[in-house]
């Protein structure tokens, strides 16, 4: 079979039986591409975990580049995200045109008020879930508690800060400590 | 315009989503509200839809809000604008960067946000819980809810005690179906 057909197909697949994100997903690409098709190393199936958790943007399209750019280069990069994102997208789009008159059904609504709640439970122990996992270091600790606190209060009081100046804050703050603690190490040396 | 809206807002989005799907929950709350694209309400109902169909997250509620505001062009041109920073800079690294990997001062910012965005993330799912407890649907004035605090609370306490007595991750759909179904319950048909 044509390489970039299989690509494309095998992450339409992908796409298509992955519920739940990221995670989820790496597991099912660990499978697919290492044990199956053999298009990744363990090793290179490693890295492009790291790389895919170091980079922004979803794990799934990360994967699915690299995979798609490590078998074919750039075209084969573009087959394989463009198969990964197909289903959802199609799924997503047929959904979106009925959920508004879905939920004035009295009993959806209610429903929907349910999952409200647990959806709230389900971000905090996402949060709780990958705060188990980073290394623990004061600094660590006090960025996550620093972060939890000041964009909690920015919600609660509407305050028009982007959580995306807390992170420039906390890259800029974990730069400075590496800089400093280098300095004084070279200093102390001397 | 809309659709250039859709795709810098997206981009943004993808751009500061570090970690995977709940990292980028925050940041489109943040861009869908500044805009005033949806409500808050509708925004968690999405997640919700999102959590339970197949693939990314970030991708699935980008398709929802363009589908929302731009129709099919909004929806192509938001979902693409959300896996466009993933997309470009993976082949970046690929070709040109792999050794900033290893780059100690790329390490130590990347150990700055990771922290950062964990406390983002469980802020963010924090006040959405604050927000159905106590906040009126519409007006946002403070006001207790008390049947959605008991059922809060009681979710919750299932939640804690299946997770620390079973010992398994518990599947979101499963959690999101059990509590659709307790909800008709408890706000009635």
């Known amino acids: 079979m044509n390489l970039l057909i299989e690509l494309f197909l095998t992450f339409f697949k992908i796409g298509l039986f992955t519920f739940g994100g990221g995670y989820a997903m790496i597991s099912i690409i660990e499978h697919t591409c290492v044990e199956e098709k053999k298009w990744l190393t363990d090793e290179e199936m490693l890295n492009m975990t790291v790389i895919a958790e170091s980079t922004p943007g979803p794990i799934a399209i990360n994967c699915s580049t690299y995979v798609g750019f490590n078998q074919k280069g750039f075209i084969g990069a573009l087959i394989s995200t463009i198969g990964m994102i197909l289903p959802s997208f199609i799924i997503i789009f047929i959904i979106s045109m009925f959920l508004d008159n879905f939920l004035e059904i009295t009993f959806v609504a209610s429903a929907f008020k349910g999952i409200k709640v647990a959806v709230g439970i389900l971000i905090v122990d996402a949060a709780l879930k990958m705060f188990k996992k980073i290394k623990k270091t004061t600094l660590s600790i006090f960025l996550t508690l620093a972060a939890f606190i000041s964009l909690f209060i920015i919600d609660v009081f509407a305050f028009n800060i982007s959580s995306i100046v807390l992170m420039i804050a906390a890259a800029i703050i974990s730069l400075a400590v590496y800089i400093i603690g280098k300095a004084g190490k070279s200093g102390a040396g001397k | 315009m809309i659709y250039l809206e859709l795709f810098l807002g997206f981009l ?121 407890m106590f906040l009126t649907e519409n007006s946002g004035n403070f006001l207790p809810d008390i049947k959605t605090i008991v059922f809060t609370i009681l979710l919750a306490s299932i939640f804690i005690f299946l997770k620390g007595y079973r010992k398994k991750s518990i599947s979101p759909i499963a959690f999101i179906a059990v509590s659709a179904v307790a909800g008709i319950f408890v706000y009635g048909i």
Do not use: H
């Open chain 2, 12 to 132: 943004k989005v993808g751009f500061f989503a570090f970690g995977g799907a709940y990292a980028a929950i925050p940041f489109i709350r943040e861009v869908v509200l500044s805009y005033g694209w949806l409500s808050d309400e509708m925004i968690t109902y999405i997640i919700a839809v999102s959590e339970s169909t197949p693939g990314p997250i970030m991708v699935n509620m980008a398709t929802y809000v363009g589908a929302e505001k731009g129709g099919v062009l909004g929806s192509a041109i938001a979902t693409l604008a959300v896996i466009l920073p993933a997309f470009v800079i993976i082949l970046l690294i690929m070709i040109a960067f792999k050794a900033l990997l290893k780059n100690n001062y790329f390490k130590a910012v990347l150990g700055g946000l990771q922290p950062c965005i964990i406390g983002v993330i469980a802020a963010t799912g924090a006040f959405m819980t604050y927000k159905n």
